[in-house]
């Protein structure tokens, strides 16, 4: 056995394997025919390892790792046919060229049958077409091998992809788990309800006017803007009303959020609570997935921070592909979040607040729904009475009263039951509690 091993820089052909990689293994029984094949490959700096028997090359399979293989077909003991039959089990990938000195047909389909060649080739060969079927050898093993490599890489980065994805649903899903939880409930209580969707929207508002950090009177303006824009618009009844009740609800997402992400400002949050803070839509898209009768309401919540010009999130559509419920809840949340913030009294107040929003005209906002916006009547909402239930704090209770929903108090703890009818002595408890905190009661009393 010869070995001859070329120093150059394209022996270390990048291959991460435990066995050393050599380009070509050279098989024949003749020794004058094995020098003749390392002086010409050598030449064009290759590396070469060669054996004499057939039975010792299968060895070196084992230890070492080949782009080519190249064997004469006639050989005591085994000849080519055979030899490459037991190489595809160790070395599949390698590139199998025959060497023969005979003409015989038979023998060729043999080696092709039965040892799958790449290439046959007749002695006395051709040294450039003898290169050029084995540098096209090496360059398709190489590309299995880099293949191989990339399926690995691709298929590691998939399984962290998943753990990654699986880690963020569960994350979500506690997050959501007991809002969805008394969703099922209301489904199942609501079922034989003829107005079903009406009294789940009810009771979800009610969540978000108890949050002391969350403004009930605010997503009533929001809610009665959006009604009178849908309506203004010609839209049909059921669109006039889920429009309606996607300003009441723009918010419900916040509630399994912590309260630090909405008990002040937007603009006085962190970048990264920022970001956190805009995934509510996506979170109300959970909550309500159970409500399958709200989904044009989840809808609308889901896309409203789009913008009319495609900068949006979380699709970044744009124009007539955004819901239009969406579009309107957008311009009404960001009209009276303008009029919250402007210092002026009075209608010039809204005024103000509808200025800062026409800037953003087909940009942000539809340019037909500002129009509508500034010939509409504007009101603030005077009460906190939705539905089937009414805000109070504890001062304004009195004898009779019926609550609507459990009350607990700042730290969570149950202080009464739902049902819970008020007399004197669990008002005035209630009063002395109230008078020790900074912010009053948010009592659900049914109407």
Known sequence: MLLIKDDSKQCGMAKQ???EHIQVLCIDDDEIVLRTLVRLLTANNLSVKTS?????????LDSFTFDVIICDMRMPGMDGADFFAQAINIAPDTQRILLTGYSDIDNTIAAVNKGKIHAYIQKPWQNELLLRNIHDGIEKTSLKRKNKQLEQKIKAQNSQLKELN???EQMVEKRTQQIRKVLKQLEEAN???KHEHRTTFEILYNFINANPYLDGIQAQNIANTCKQIAQALGLDKKHIEMAEMAGYLAQIGLLAMEPALYKKPTRELNENQKKLFYTHPSTAQLMLMPATHLHDVSEAIYYQFEQYNGNGIPKGLKGADIPITAMILAISRDFWQAVAQVSSLGNSK???????????????YHPKLLEILSGLKISCASNQVVGSMKIINANELKNGMVLGHALRNYDGILLLPKGHVFGPKSIS??????????NPFRIMIKN
């Open 17 to 19: 394997l435990n066995k």
């Open 52 to 60: 004499l028997s057939p039975i010792e090359a299968l060895k070196l």
């Open 166 to 168: 699986n880690n963020l």
């Open 191 to 193: 079922e034989r309800e």
């Open 350 to 364: 809204f005024e103000n607040a509808l200025g800062q929003l026409q800037l953003y005209s087909g940009t942000y």
């Open 429 to 438: 408890k209630l009063q002395q509690l109230e008078a020790k905190k900074p």
